[in-house]
């Protein structure tokens, strides 16, 4: 396995466990307890400046993401274009 090729294993097994914990914590209900591992670094929010904080946090991982996955399709197009030569 070349070194492409691993790295687009390793983007696509991080994209799915990323994809399957959004989910998780999507489908829980807001009244659910807080999740105790959900952020171990982040204190819980206090104020209204926290609260805005913790929403452009979420905002900048959900592009982080999107740009994840925008370069994981891209290592498969160029995978794709190398086998088929």
């Given at each position: 396995m070349d070194?492409?090729?691993?790295?687009?294993?390793r983007i696509d097994k991080a994209?799915?466990?990323?994809?399957?914990?959004?989910l998780e914590l999507k489908a829980r209900p807001a009244t659910a307890p807080a999740i105790t591992d959900d952020d171990l670094f982040a204190p819980r929010p206090s104020n209204t400046a926290?609260?805005?904080?913790?929403?452009?946090?979420e905002a900048a991982?959900?592009?982080?993401?999107e740009a994840l996955g925008r370069a994981a399709e891209a290592?498969?197009?160029?995978?794709?274009e190398q086998e088929g030569r």
């Open positions: 070194a492409v090729t691993a790295a687009k294993t994209l799915a466990l990323l994809e399957r914990r959004v926290d609260l805005v904080r913790i929403a452009e946090l991982g959900r592009d982080a993401a290592v498969r197009e160029v995978l794709a």
